[in-house]
């Protein structure tokens, strides 16, 4: 008779193939389209951003982690991601030195103070750009148009400041973004040009079809949250619908809405961001619909012509509420109404 | 009876000079209990007035007047106080001071007053002083008080000065006042913004607590 043999083995036994890793690369990998665009559409000096705030991103991860956990934090690619957002975040010509300002304090603050990947409340990339938002207010709302012709012979002059100088004016190349434009001045964008890209605005948030399609890349493969970009979406349709029913001239169509500014970079690849989001499905509900809400509410009646950043902030605070109040079934465990009756 | 704490350790520079009891209530103000860098109490000043320099140094001034007059009176009537008012009492006393110092302010430099704010009259409810005066002054005599008093307060202008002038450095390119970097600077404007205190004071305590830790190691 064969002699069995018994492998002794603790559980899981079923294990996912997905890991931290993989998730992250393939996040990467479904920007490249993204970067690609913002290459072609704004240059070089878009591509030197995107380097600078990757680099900067994966520095200050190396050195906060010290030399012995330095390279292992690093090939999560977490950091690598974080950059690669931040610099889709801004402005095409913004100064090179701030953008590695802002790549700094979205891995320290907003990740390592926190204790690092797993445990960081808000977006990372989001904090360094909130930072940067409130520390060079003017730089980053300086656009410069897309498809410049000059965009592969020469860099956008604010984007080679010194350090700790400020960028050099230019007025003659800068351009409103379609929502400011707009806001302040009632013109409206061609919703072809805002799907396809060929607007100004930020590095990774003009072309709103391609950001989509990286998003259902991810949502097919169950690497991203498919609840969270339609929550966040449907909202500000629907909201933006109904003001456009009451009043089209006053306010903005909900396509003009969904495909300008930040909305579907946001509402893709920031919001869906694993760490700062609910856990459970109620609350992801409810998560995107208040940032929804909340971008339509800037948008429309705040200061700001753009609101995606404090709205995906405000629901990442809002996350870790969500997740004590709403009950949720653990794996393995009873259903939780008989585990309340019973408490 | 001197309220000396025995745990403490002796080893640094201010430390060795502050061989005679008086001297040490002086001098753990500043360094060893500072009010900012080591208790953290008077967050509120701290964080709202240290936007500039002068500011910073005005505010700590003021304070320090403030903590030394009451701490002094306080412990010259601490056998008269009835415990229980006493807390009334000492907050009657702090207020005499902020409103003298008020006046005082508003007397010489109106613009100082102005961006000073509401701040002057807060000095009342500072923890830091009805701390000292409950904790110190109505347990010690009225010479021991006194020092106490200007130790904590010039602790108190020293950490306020080093909020202020990072703040004002960076967020204005400008100390005193007095421009220091050149027309091109970029002003990280997030500095002088109530955001900015916090940063400030975080990276502050930062700095403190290394030097704290190297000194222990």
Known sequence: MKELTLQIRTSPHLKTTLSTDTIMLHVILSLIPVVIFAVYAFGWSGLTLMVTTTLSCVLTEYILNGKDKGTKALKDWSAVLTGLLLALTLPPGFPLWMAFVGGMVAIALGKFVFGGLGQNLFNPALVGRAMLQAAFPVAITTWTNAMAPDRFSSFIASSLTLPFLEPIKADAISGATPLSAFKFDKITTDVQDLALGFTSGSLGETCAVLIALGGLYLAVRKMLNWRIPVGILGTVAVFTGLLYLIDPSKYPAPLAMLFSGGLMLGAVYMATDMVSSPLSSIGVWIYSFVIGLLVVLIRIWGGLPEGVMYAILFGNALAPVLDKTIPKRIYGMPSVKTKTAKA | ?217
Not at chain 2, 60 to 87: C, E, M, Y
């Open chain 2, 1 to 217: 009876m001197v309220n000396k704490k025995a745990t403490t350790t002796k080893t640094g520079f201010f430390d060795q000079m502050a061989s005679a009891p008086s001297t040490d209530e002086f001098i753990k103000g500043l360094w060893r209990e500072n009010p900012i860098f080591v208790q953290v109490l008077g967050m509120c000043p701290t964080l709202a007035v240290t936007n500039s320099l002068t500011n910073a140094l005005a505010m700590g001034l003021a304070t320090t007047f403030v903590l030394v007059a009451s701490n002094g009176l306080i412990s010259s009537l601490r056998n008269f106080i009835p415990k229980q008012v006493r807390i009334a009492t000492y907050i009657l006393i702090i207020a005499t001071f902020v409103t003298l110092i008020d006046y005082g302010i508003q007397a010489t430099s109106v613009a100082l007053h102005k961006s000073l704010g509401a701040f002057i009259s807060l000095i009342v409810v500072n923890c830091l002083i009805l701390g000292r005066a409950e904790a110190f002054a109505s347990k010690n005599n009225v010479g021991l008080s006194l020092l106490d008093g200007l130790g904590m307060g010039l602790g108190f202008t020293f950490a306020l000065s080093c909020l202020g002038a990072l703040r004002e450095i960076m967020g204005n390119g400008s100390l005193l006042n007095v421009q220091i970097f050149g027309e091109a600077y970029q002003e990280w404007i997030v500095m002088i913004l109530p955001a900015g205190g916090f940063f400030t004071l975080a990276i502050w305590l930062l700095f403190f607590n290394v030097l704290k830790k190297k000194k222990m190691a």
